[in-house]
């Protein structure tokens, strides 16, 4: 069963204007959250994380939002960039501390 | 800079044929793993090492074997190539540290014919 779910395959926003992608977990003892961007044919590179103490964490346009009662996060991009059309992987760290716990991943596709 | 590289971009391999992929990297991590990508399913991890010459099962080890024999190089072979290993196939690592970011290969394109 997916622990770590980003049940919107796909994204589409107006250059300038807010996305807004989701991830929900399942595993309540996951106590650390990365996104990554993957372009095409590139491996993905690591955009922002959170740790469970934590509530928001901010990095220039990219924030990202904890809401642990709900086990879900979210990756604001403010204002959105043609150039920020990817996939973005939503992870989270397992308990044994080994390996990362990838989503799907969701296409975001910013028009100018 | 953080650098992780593999042997290929795209490769191109015939059914039965043994398959071997190659990623270094240089940042004396203790940790490497090896995930492929597929369109729908994400990334899913095949196998990983947390140390030299040991090795962990992902989620999908079959039809898959590891090497780890010096710290910055991690191995994956595929022994007898099937068209269902056709993928993007990415080396990562990292370090035991706290910082839990793991960093990415380029990537491999494996074609199975």
């Known amino acids: 069963d997916q622990q770590v779910k980003q049940n919107s395959p796909s994204l589409s926003v107006q250059e300038g204007r807010i996305s807004i992608l989701n991830c929900d977990y399942t595993?309540?003892?996951?106590?650390?959250f990365l996104w990554y961007k993957k372009y095409p044919a590139e491996g993905p590179t690591f955009l922002i994380s959170?740790?469970?103490?934590?509530d928001k964490n901010e990095d220039g346009r990219f924030t990202v939002f904890l809401n642990k009662s709900a086990k879900h996060l979210s990756l604001h991009i403010v204002p959105s960039q043609p150039g920020d059309s990817a996939v973005y992987f939503c992870?989270?760290?397992?308990?044994?501390?080994?390996?990362?716990?990838f989503g799907k991943g969701t296409t975001l596709s910013v028009s100018s | 800079d953080v650098k992780v590289t593999q042997s290929s971009r795209y490769l191109v391999k015939r059914t039965g044929e043994k398959v071997f992929l190659e990623c270094v990297q240089d940042m004396d991590h203790e940790n490497m793993f090896w995930y492929r990508q597929d369109p729908g399913l994400g990334l899913r991890l095949i196998y990983f090492s947390y140390d030299v010459k040991m090795k962990e099962k992902g989620d999908i080890p079959e039809g898959y074997s590891v090497s780890r024999e010096k710290k910055e190089r991690f191995s994956l072979i595929l022994e007898s190539a099937s068209t269902n290993q056709t993928s993007m196939y990415l080396c990562?690592?990292?370090?035991?540290?706290?910082?839990?970011?793991?960093?990415f290969g380029p990537g491999t394109r494996l074609t199975v014919t």
């Open positions: 959170i740790s469970s103490i934590k």
């Open positions: 992870a989270a760290w397992d308990q044994a501390g080994t390996a990362l716990i």
């Open positions: 990562a690592s990292s370090s035991r540290g706290l910082t839990y970011e793991q960093y």
């Open positions: 595993n309540s003892m996951f106590d650390y």
